[in-house]
């Protein structure tokens, strides 16, 4: 009967080439997003009611889920703060909020399309369609209009 013995270093390389073979194959974990419930929602520096409030927000607000610790979960906003929201107080309605100074809302999912409206910083639509770069935004009061998603946050729907 005959033994065949790896040696060390051909021994690492195929554990290497395992790991690798094996992180290709998990899937990448998509983002989390969900938006705020109501108005009035306090962002706290934990997850407990007797944490200090950060700030509030209103209806529709869109946020990024990070962690969840029991019926709380750790946010981000669209500027990079971070924060603590009590999960009842949160929405799977997806919503996206204008992430520069001014964005032109179009009649058409291009520059080449007329410019229905000026946008400011921090108005909150819902997005209805996507068609490539383009998406058709609704704001509250009804009015709707396509921007580019790089005006938008989150930029994926």
């Known amino acids: 009967m005959r033994r065949t013995f790896l040696s060390a270093k051909l021994l690492r390389r195929l554990l290497a080439g395992l790991a690798v073979v094996m992180l290709l194959a998990v899937p990448a974990v998509a983002a989390e997003y969900a938006s ?23 209806k529709g607000f869109p946020l ?3 962690e969840r610790k029991g019926q709380w979960a750790q946010i981000v906003d669209f500027e990079g703060d971070k924060g603590w ?14 992430r520069v100074p ?16 000026s946008v400011k910083y921090g ?26 998603d790089k005006l938008l946050w989150p930029d994926t729907l």
């Open 36 to 58: 705020v419930s109501k108005d009035g929602v306090n962002v706290r520096s934990g997850p407990a009611t007797d944490k200090e409030i950060l700030w509030e927000l209103f």
């Open 64 to 66: 990024q889920i990070l």
């Open 85 to 98: 929201i009590y999960t009842p107080l949160l929405s799977k309605e997806k919503t996206v909020i204008v």
């Open 102 to 117: 001014t964005g032109n809302l179009r009649v058409g999912p291009g520059t080449n399309y007329e410019i229905s409206a």
């Open 123 to 148: 108005v909150v639509f819902k997005p209805l369609e996507r068609r490539g770069e383009w998406v058709k935004v609704e704001h509250g009061d009804g009015t709707s209009g396509w921007m580019h």
